[in-house]
């Protein structure tokens, strides 16, 4: 009874430990997220319910982040076409970033984000990790977030860590419409870049931070699934009084 009785203690013990690992572990300091979208669990991705939507980049400082430093860095979304296309261009029609066509393949780039601009075509460094989506065509769109856009902090992914009570996540907005892309969809990607030196290697610019691939983004005009009440739950908490906020600050 005595061994018994330990163990339950310890494994209670052990569970409180856990519950508070849990609690103590962050979302990630880069989400994306689609107003009205769904996750898609078969790829652990957010998608679109139409081709017409808005992609939401979110950035959550990390704790004691030096938030002015975050806000100041450049930070980059990959537009790229999937299923892979090319190395050679192909004829898919186009879609639009906040009104600005690109044409695909031709308004686009070819390989695996960041664009080197730096000693280009060094292969050594660290580049965003394939997931299923590069090598491809895509399009790098630059973008800073601002200091006035802020929503309360949640987790894109259903299930995921939690928040801290009075977290606060920076937004930032795009229009995205594809309705003229021909074939395929567009997947999106958030990163910020670095310039870093490797031993006597010349520099070479890497990924320093990006969405988790389980927090990323895609266009998709197919119904989803009925989602499950707790997912549901999420993202009206999350993106309901957020989109009211963007509307006024979009308009």
């Excluded at 879609?95 to 695909?104: S, V």
């Excluded at 229009?175 to 070479?204: M, R, S």
Aim: net charge negative; glycine share 10%.
């Amino acid at each position: 009874m005595k061994l018994l009785t330990g163990l339950c203690n310890t494994l209670i013990g052990g569970a409180a430990l856990l519950g508070m690992v849990s609690q103590s572990q962050a979302i990630p300091t880069l989400q994306l997220d689609i107003a009205g979208g769904w996750y898609d669990t078969s790829d652990a991705t957010i998608k679109s319910q139409g081709d017409i939507f808005t992609l939401y980049a979110l950035l959550t400082p990390q704790k004691n982040a030096d938030i002015n430093a975050l806000l100041s860095d450049t930070y980059y979304i990959s537009a790229a076409l999937t299923p892979q296309v090319g190395p050679s261009d192909a004829t898919m029609g186009s879609f639009t970033i906040d009104g600005n066509q690109i044409m695909a393949t031709i308004d686009m780039d070819y390989g695996t984000p960041p664009f080197e601009t730096i000693n280009q075509g060094s292969q050594f460094g660290t580049d965003l990790g394939p997931h299923g989506i590069y090598d491809t065509f895509f399009k790098e769109i630059s973008f800073n977030f601002l200091e006035t856009q802020t929503v309360a902090a949640y987790n894109t992914q259903p299930g995921g860590e939690e928040a801290n009570p009075g977290e606060t996540s920076y937004w930032f907005a795009f229009d995205i419409d594809v309705t003229g892309l021909t074939v395929g969809e567009v997947h999106f990607d958030l990163y910020d870049t670095a310039v870093k030196k490797f031993n006597n290697n010349p520099d070479k610019l890497n990924i320093n931070d990006f969405a988790p691939f389980s927090h990323d983004a895609q266009s998709d005009g197919k119904t989803p699934p009925v989602p499950e009440p707790a997912t549901m739950l999420l993202f009206g908490t999350g993106l309901i009084g957020f989109a009211g906020v963007a509307r006024k600050q979009l308009r």
